[in-house]
């Protein structure tokens, strides 16, 4: 089981399209209050499943390939804050529409953080692999229509409540699906993820609440 306690509110005022901005006294009791309101509201639920490689049906498309090249294995992986979260950013844009803006960034920032806790803990279960950073669909040149692949093979809805609309889009909104590969030699640096990266202890990026683009 995952829990968050807290959210990296750096990452928050990122997805606000501020992330140097000084937060005020009102701003900074805002943040206070979202925070507390996505960490009780949310319900995070996650699934993956290892897979052998190659897989023609997964590996749609050249940046894919590309992106597991050297793996032997993936991993397919969902994860989400759960209808409660959509709900209640609903609720907010009708009566207080910064405050829904607020939550919406706050509630990003939960689900990637779920991701991140379902990479450190897969780090821990496989420590005889290397991991890749996560990889979705819709991401280059990786066909979106594979949501709804990803999720009949991890049963998620029936297992966690998570579905794809006819665009592909994920219900509830506030979830993520990927893949990252899985390899018993070293991944170049630039397809690492940070779980499994060996700077995750001394990256300047993750000190202050950032990350490398990766």
């Given amino acids: 089981m995952i829990e968050l306690t807290s959210l990296n509110r750096n990452e928050a005022k990122r997805y606000l399209g501020g992330a140097k901005i000084e937060l005020d006294e009102r701003m900074s009791e805002l943040f206070d209050s979202c925070e507390k309101q996505v ?13 052998d490689l190659p897989n023609e049906k997964l590996t749609a498309g050249e940046d894919i390939k590309s992106h ?4 032997t294995k993936a991993v397919l992986i969902c994860a989400t804050l759960g209808a409660e979260v959509d709900r209640m950013i609903r609720v ?20 990637e953080q779920l991701c991140q806790s ?3 803990l897969l780090a821990e279960k496989y420590p005889e692999y290397y991991f890749t950073f996560r990889y979705s669909p819709g991401y280059g040149d990786y066909p979106i ?5 990803f999720l ?13 609309n006819e665009n592909f889009l994920l219900i509830p909104s506030k979830s993520v699906t990927a893949i990252a590969g899985m390899s018993h ?17 001394r990256c300047k990026y993750r000190r202050n609440g950032e990350h490398c683009g990766f």
């Fill in 68 to 71: 597991l090249n050297g793996c």
């Fill in 118 to 120: 379902v990479d450190a």
């Fill in 145 to 149: 229509e594979l949501q709804k692949e």
């Fill in 185 to 201: 030699n070293p991944i170049e640096r630039k397809k690492r993820g940070c779980a499994v990266c060996d700077m995750r202890d």
């Fill in 92 to 111: 907010s844009q009708i009566s207080d529409m910064p405050r829904a803006v607020v939550l919406d960034s706050f509630s990003s920032v939960a689900v």
């Fill in 39 to 51: 960490l009780s509201t949310a319900k995070l639920k996650f699934l993956y499943k290892i897979i």
């Fill in 152 to 164: 009949s093979l991890l049963d998620a809805p029936r297992k966690i409540g998570l579905s794809a």
